[in-house]
């Protein structure tokens, strides 16, 4: 008998501890709760309140195999979309790739739309995408990539709010982490680039190709001003120091007629005769040959007649 109720005891104590097992369930500081019975939220009692959503991290209790508690992280969370190309206002398509982060402020509306975090995931990923199509698509080209990308980052996150409004769901920021052109497009802008910047290489080449010869044309006709003014100046100090050399000459002259008269024939006899090989034929009695009969400068044919 004692056996009996020793055992009866035991069955009793493990279905009170198995019962204390699912009946208690705690709450983290990171997760706010739900208590549903039969797939329907419940009120719970948190410090005296009867509440539908548990906001406060501790240790609580519930009917076991009756109620299920549902936890949803009180945290900023991540939502990563699909890259999806884009096509601005101005025609020009866009590959972008963005990402947001989300809160559920409201548990219990999140769960009646979503009913967990991994079936909201899909439904929150369209409604930014969408969202981004629709406000990329009233932008031009050089906003999204340059001027104006903060702005409609900003402008579309107020839209998602706005439609997430019934959700439980706050669009903490959205961000693009990257937007360019198809491949297609980013080959044919290259080619397009890199045939304006040959075509602008071209141009200035043939420029300093003509500011070259332009220099060189400048630089030829000044040296051919320098020349011809330096042989003209040659040629007229050459005529003022042939004309001193004849005022000299005549000045002597005019002293001693027969002194440079013999002076200037032996100059030309000097000139004449250098060569070992000279050969002049004259006649004897040429007046080349005046000096040759005697330094007064009588021809040859002179004395002879006497």
């Not at 007229?236 to 002076?263: H, L, P, T, V, W």
Request: proline letters at 3%.
């Amino acid at each position: 008998m004692r056996g009996v109720l020793t055992g009866f005891l035991f069955i009793v104590a493990a279905t009170a501890a198995v019962a204390v097992l699912f009946s208690a369930y705690i709450v983290d500081q990171t997760h706010k709760a739900i208590v549903l019975q039969f797939g329907e939220p419940v009120e719970v009692v948190q410090e005296g309140k009867p509440v539908l959503v548990i906001s406060k991290p501790g240790l609580y209790w519930r009917i076991p195999f009756v109620q299920t508690v549902v936890q949803f992280d009180r945290r900023i969370l991540d939502l990563e979309t699909d890259e999806q190309e884009v096509i601005a206002s101005d025609q020009k398509r866009l590959v972008v790739d963005a990402f947001a982060r989300y809160k559920i402020v409201d548990p219990l509306a999140f769960y009646r739309a979503f009913r967990s975090e991994e079936g909201a995931r899909p439904r929150l990923t369209a409604i930014v995408d969408s969202t981004i199509r629709t406000v990329l698509g009233r932008a031009s080209f050089i906003d999204v990539i340059r001027n104006k990308r903060a702005e409609l980052m900003r402008q579309t996150k107020d839209l998602v709010n706005a439609e997430m409004q019934n959700f439980g769901v706050e669009m903490v920021d959205v961000r693009i982490r990257r937007a360019d052109l198809p491949e297609a497009n980013s080959q044919a802008i290259y080619k397009r680039m890199r045939t304006e910047r040959e075509r602008e290489a071209a141009e200035i080449r043939a420029q300093g190709s003509e500011q070259s010869q332009r220099i060189k044309s400048t630089a030829n006709k000044d040296v051919t001003v320098l020349v011809a003014n330096a042989n003209r100046e040659s040629e007229q100090i050459r005529g003022d120091g042939d004309e001193e050399r004849n005022r000299i000459y005549a000045e002597a002259f005019s002293k001693d007629k027969d002194f440079f008269g013999f002076y200037r024939s032996m100059q030309a006899y000097e000139e004449a005769l250098k060569g070992s090989h000279t050969r002049i034929v004259l006649s004897p009695t040429s007046e080349f040959f005046r000096y040759f009969g005697g330094p007064a400068g009588k021809a040859a044919g002179a004395e002879g007649g006497r």
